[in-house]
T-cell receptor, first 112, second 113 residues
Framework: EAQVTQNPRYLITVTGKKLTVTCSQN?????MSWYRQDPGLGLRQIYY???????DKGDVPEGYKVSRKEKRNFPLILESPSPNQTSLYFC???????????FGPGTRLTVL | DAKTTQPPSMDCAEGRAANLPCNHS???????VYWYRQIHSQGPQYIIH???NNETNEMASLIITEDRKSSTLILPHATLRDTAVYYC??????????????FGQGTILTVHP
C-alpha cells in the first residue's frame, strides 16, 4: 500500500533531550516536507527536500534539522527541544514539488 | 500563493450534497486550486484539484468559475464520515515556494444524521 509513515505517533519528552521523528514513504517520491500544526495557526512548513541531499528551510525552521540521505526517508531532528515545539507534526511527500502531496498520520509531540 | 476565504463552518444532512465554497479572487494564471480535508487530528487527505476546468473523481467534484475567482467543492452524498475540516488551497506551479501548501483555517463541515 502506498503510504507515508511516521514514528513515533506520540512522544512526551523533556526540554533539551534530543529526539528524532522519522518519516518514510514507499512511493519513490522526490519531494518531501515537514509541517507543524498548532491551534489557530494552521499548518506551517518547517523544512522541505526536493531530492536526495537537497533540503531547504520552510517558514518555521528554527530549532529543527533535517536530512535526506536516501529518497524514502526524511527524518526531523530536534537537537534541544523546547516547550514551544509542542505540536502536531506531519510529514508529506509528492512525486515532484508540483505534484499532489500525501500526508503521514502525524506525530503528537509534547515537550515538558 | 493567492489567499483563500472559506466560511468557518457549514452543516449538511446525511445523504444530501455538501457544497463548500471558496473565494480566491487574487488567483493567478499558473495557480491550481487544491482541496484537502482533515478528520479530527489525522493527516490531511487529498481530495481533488483543478486549474480551470471542472473536475470529478470518486470522492468529489470541483467547480471553478470561469473567472477562476471562486470554486465549490461538492460532496454528492455526504455521510457522517465526511465530517471534517475542509481546506481550499491555491498553489503555484513555479517560483521559490511552489512546493509549499499554505493551509488557512478551512471550513468545519458537520454532517448530521
Amino acid at each position: 500500500e502506498a503510504q507515508v509513515t511516521q514514528n513515533p505517533r506520540y512522544l512526551i519528552t523533556v526540554t533539551g533531550k534530543k529526539l528524532t521523528v522519522t518519516c518514510s514513504q514507499n512511493m519513490n517520491h522526490e519531494y518531501m516536507s515537514w509541517y507543524r500544526q498548532d491551534p489557530g495557526l494552521g499548518l506551517r512548513q518547517i523544512y522541505y527536500s526536493m531530492n536526495v541531499e537537497v533540503t531547504d528551510k520552510g517558514d518555521v525552521p528554527e530549532g529543527y534539522k533535517v536530512s535526506r540521505k536516501e529518497k524514502r526517508n526524511f527524518p526531523l531532528i530536534l537537537e534541544s527541544p523546547s516547550p514551544n515545539q509542542t505540536s502536531l507534526y506531519f510529514c508529506a511527500s509528492s512525486l515532484t514539488a508540483t505534484d499532489t502531496q500525501y500526508f503521514g498520520p502525524g506525530t503528537r509531540l509534547t515537550v515538558l | 500563493d493567492a489567499k483563500t476565504t472559506q466560511p468557518p463552518s457549514m452543516d449538511c444532512a446525511e445523504g444530501r450534497a455538501a457544497n463548500l465554497p471558496c473565494n480566491h479572487s487574487t488567483i493567478s494564471g499558473n495557480e491550481y486550486v487544491y482541496w484537502y480535508r482533515q478528520i479530527h487530528s489525522q493527516g490531511p487527505q487529498y481530495i481533488i484539484h483543478g486549474l480551470k476546468n471542472n473536475e470529478t473523481n470518486e470522492m468529489a467534484s470541483l467547480i471553478i468559475t470561469e473567472d477562476r475567482k471562486s470554486s465549490t467543492l461538492i460532496l454528492p452524498h455526504a455521510t457522517l464520515r465526511d465530517t471534517a475540516v475542509y481546506y481550499c488551497i491555491v498553489r503555484a506551479t513555479g517560483g521559490t515556494s511552489y512546493g509549499k501548501l499554505t493551509f488557512g483555517q478551512g471550513t468545519i463541515l458537520t454532517v448530521h444524521p
